[in-house]
């Protein structure tokens, strides 16, 4: 397909970007750290990070898991946190020692976990002690044979960071009993490191630095192959986008969204080090009140966040009321932003909310709007630079102008492929090498592309994909269940919810007995919100449950 969008590229954003400009995200770092030492790198609870102490502690972590642990190149590290100072600490470390990072949703429960930790191989870690008892369920059935386990508070400083983990543990109650033998306290595993030296392993583009974990249509969760290749590349691409608007040193941006996400994981953590921006980490966004108070103590420059978190900002008298004199960018991606947000957003802020599209395996972006554009236009964007598209039909051909296909992606952001999964990655791409998204998609003559269905079956909830296999097989699992079939309703604040059809072998089962045993295997936002019990349920003449003969009955 001609690049028929470049045409309308903001000025200064090129065509192709230079991979080379960055041989790996350790070089990326190491440059960061050394042109913005004496600034504000992190702030967290009232706590802010320079360059230099995160350059200081992540080396100090590096030297533990090399020295202390023994870790060689291309060990997995699993990175068990929601947003606090110790993440960013802990995921350089991993990579300036050479290891891999393997994020995961500290939400999970300890069946996800078991499975993420085995299929990975990881050897190692760093977990919130909120979530440690999850672990424990599971530890002995993994590989993982060295744990670190922080208080959320560790790294606050004394007193603050005592009266943190304090009232966590003992005024909220939020760390129920755990206990792994032999764990180690995550500032004893920076005292240790630090008396240690740190031999530096060189990485290349080729290297793997994050398995990146994503569902598919088999229900069972895969991991990316992100190398510092294609995670370098997706950076560059974004800095190019948003390179006319930002200045090196001046800008400060929220991140809300978990930094396990590969959209925060990339766009605000990596794509801002670059720029040397202070990024201030927002623990837990759910408490809207709080969070608009901590919005209210910066003049930020740059929000990045999902449809969902844009409404429920919108919708906090508190939020009106703020200063958004220094926003110049709010961007919009993980799920469909809405129009009735979008003009919101514009309305209250004075700024356009820019929506952008990417998946785990193109590190993440894809396509992203102009963020000059002067009203919301129901796109997902522009394909950035070095990225390729094309729209084909079901049997690989590219369809005409104007007509619907399944968006196929080339560029240096896609993954390697699967790990360990050598069919599912053949399957994911096409012969002549492009990525196939699930994404049904057109494209109209200025470039700007707009997703019109979906083909996959997953569910969106919240900017997180649910798949529809996985909540089957939970819900199957229960005794009382016959035959069972997931897909996802629209939901005015989730995006999607997710709702299951379901023949009862027990004519006594409930509704909220059903959701219950859900809640026991299923992290929160997959966990079905309503439920339809059914005589029967339509099959394929092989017996396969149709899910969208349910979905177009209603």
Same mark, same amino acid.
């Given at each position: 397909?001609?690049?028929?969008?470049?045409?309308?590229?903001?000025?200064?954003?090129?065509?192709?970007?230079?991979?080379?400009?960055?041989?790996?995200?350790?070089?990326?770092?190491?440059?960061?750290?050394?042109?913005?030492?004496?600034?504000?790198?992190?702030?967290?609870?009232?706590?802010?990070?320079?360059?230099?102490?995160?350059?200081?502690?992540?080396?100090?972590?590096?030297?533990?898991?090399?020295?202390?642990?023994?870790?060689?190149?291309?060990?997995?590290?699993? %990175?068990?946190?929601?947003?606090?100072?110790?993440?960013?600490?802990?995921?350089?470390?991993?990579?300036?020692?050479?290891?891999?990072?393997?994020?995961?949703?500290?939400?999970?429960?300890?069946?996800?976990?078991?499975?993420? %930790?085995?299929?990975?191989?990881?050897?190692?870690?760093?977990?919130?002690?909120?979530?440690?008892?999850?672990?424990?369920?599971?530890?002995?059935?993994?590989?993982?044979?060295?744990?670190?386990?922080?208080?959320?508070?560790? %790294?606050? =400083?004394?007193?603050?960071?005592?009266?943190?983990?304090?009232?966590?543990?003992?005024?909220?109650?939020?760390?129920?009993?755990?206990?792994?033998?032999?764990?180690?306290?995550?500032?004893?595993?920076?005292?240790?490191?630090?008396?240690?030296? %740190?031999?530096?392993?060189?990485? +290349?583009?080729?290297?793997?630095?994050?398995?990146?974990?994503?569902?598919?249509?088999?229900?069972?969760?895969?991991?990316?192959?992100?190398?510092?290749?294609?995670?370098?590349?997706?950076?560059?691409?974004?800095?190019?986008?948003?390179?006319?608007?930002?200045?090196?040193?001046?800008?400060?941006?929220?991140?809300?969204?978990?930094?396990?996400?590969?959209?925060?994981?990339?766009?605000?953590?990596?794509?801002?080090?670059?720029?040397?921006?202070?990024?201030?980490?927002?623990?837990?966004?759910?408490?809207?009140?709080?969070?608009?108070?901590?919005?209210?103590?910066?003049?930020?420059?740059?929000?990045?966040?999902?449809?969902?978190?844009?409404?429920?900002?919108?919708?906090?008298?508190?939020?009106?009321?703020?200063?958004?004199?220094?926003?110049?960018?709010?961007?919009?991606?993980?799920?469909?932003?809405?129009?009735?947000?979008?003009?919101?957003?514009?309305?209250?802020?004075?700024?356009?909310?820019?929506?952008?599209?990417?998946?785990?395996?193109?590190?993440?972006?894809?396509?992203?709007?102009?963020?000059?554009?002067?009203?919301?236009?129901?796109?997902?964007?522009?394909?950035?630079?070095?990225?390729?598209?094309?729209?084909?039909?079901?049997?690989?051909?590219?369809?005409?102008?104007?007509?619907? +296909?399944?968006?196929?992606?080339?560029?240096?952001?896609?993954?390697? =492929?699967?790990? =360990?999964?050598?069919?599912?990655?053949?399957?994911?791409?096409?012969?002549?090498?492009?990525?196939?998204?699930?994404?049904?998609?057109?494209?109209?003559?200025?470039?700007?592309?707009?997703?019109?269905?979906?083909?996959?079956?997953?569910?969106?909830?919240?900017?997180?994909?649910?798949?529809?296999?996985?909540?089957?097989?939970?819900?199957?699992?229960?005794?009382?269940?016959?035959?069972?079939?997931?897909?996802?309703?629209?939901? +005015?604040?989730?995006?999607?919810?997710?709702?299951?059809?379901?023949?009862?072998?027990?004519?006594?089962?409930?509704?909220?007995?059903?959701?219950?045993?859900?809640?026991?295997?299923?992290? +929160?936002?997959?966990?079905?919100?309503?439920?339809?019990?059914?005589?029967?349920?339509?099959?394929?003449?092989?017996?396969?449950?149709?899910?969208?003969?349910?979905?177009?009955?209603?």
């Amino acid at each position: 397909m001609d690049k028929i969008w470049l045409k309308n590229y903001p000025p200064g954003v090129p065509a192709e970007i230079d991979t080379n400009e960055l041989s790996s995200l350790v070089d990326l770092f190491d440059r960061s750290v050394g042109a913005f030492g004496a600034q504000v790198a992190y702030m967290c609870m009232g706590r802010s990070m320079s360059y230099a102490e995160l350059d200081r502690y992540s080396r100090d972590f590096a030297a533990y898991l090399q020295c202390e642990v023994g870790l060689i190149k291309g060990a997995r590290v699993a %990175l068990m946190m929601p947003n606090c100072l110790q993440y960013p600490v802990a995921m350089f470390g991993v990579l300036r020692a050479g290891c891999v990072v393997v994020n995961v949703n500290p939400l999970y429960t300890a069946r996800e976990l078991e499975h993420q %930790l085995r299929d990975a191989g990881c050897e190692a870690i760093v977990i919130v002690e909120n979530f440690a008892h999850t672990l424990q369920e599971v530890v002995a059935r993994t590989s993982v044979r060295h744990v670190v386990v922080t208080g959320l508070g560790d %790294l606050l =400083g004394f007193p603050k960071s005592a009266v943190v983990n304090f009232v966590i543990r003992h005024v909220r109650k939020m760390v129920p009993p755990w206990r792994l033998p032999g764990y180690q306290k995550f500032n004893a595993a920076l005292d240790r490191g630090r008396s240690r030296d %740190l031999q530096a392993v060189p990485v +290349g583009h080729d290297d793997l630095a994050y398995l990146q974990y994503t569902g598919g249509t088999t229900g069972v969760a895969k991991g990316a192959m992100l190398t510092h290749g294609n995670v370098v590349a997706n950076l560059l691409q974004a800095h190019a986008w948003i390179s006319p608007y930002v200045k090196l040193g001046e800008e400060l941006i929220i991140t809300a969204l978990p930094l396990y996400h590969i959209f925060s994981l990339t766009a605000n953590c990596l794509t801002f080090l670059k720029i040397g921006a202070a990024n201030v980490l927002i623990t837990n966004p759910r408490d809207i009140q709080g969070f608009v108070a901590e919005l209210g103590r910066h003049r930020f420059t740059v929000i990045t966040g999902v449809n969902t978190l844009f409404n429920a900002l919108l919708n906090d008298p508190g939020f009106v009321k703020l200063d958004f004199s220094a926003l110049k960018i709010a961007l919009g991606g993980g799920m469909a932003v809405q129009q009735s947000v979008a003009d919101r957003w514009k309305a209250v802020t004075g700024k356009p909310l820019a929506e952008a599209y990417g998946l785990t395996e193109t590190s993440p972006a894809v396509c992203i709007n102009p963020l000059d554009l002067p009203a919301f236009n129901h796109s997902i964007g522009l394909p950035i630079s070095s990225t390729s598209i094309s729209l084909r039909d079901d049997e690989g051909r590219e369809v005409a102008p104007g007509e619907a +296909g399944e968006l196929c992606v080339k560029g240096p952001q896609v993954m390697k =492929g699967y790990y =360990g999964r050598s069919e599912d990655t053949a399957r994911a791409f096409t012969s002549d090498g492009f990525l196939r998204t699930g994404d049904v998609a057109t494209i109209d003559s200025e470039g700007f592309v707009r997703i019109v269905d979906r083909k996959k079956d997953m569910i969106l909830v919240s900017g997180f994909n649910v798949y529809p296999n996985e909540v089957e097989d939970v819900v199957a699992s229960h005794p009382g269940v016959m035959e069972v079939a997931a897909l996802g309703v629209p939901d +005015g604040h989730s995006g999607e919810a997710v709702k299951i059809f379901v023949v009862r072998k027990d004519p006594n089962l409930t509704a909220e007995a059903l959701i219950e045993h859900c809640r026991a295997g299923l992290t +929160g936002y997959k966990v079905p919100r309503f439920v339809e019990f059914r005589e029967s349920l339509p099959k394929s003449n092989v017996g396969k449950i149709l899910r969208r003969a349910l979905r177009d009955s209603g």
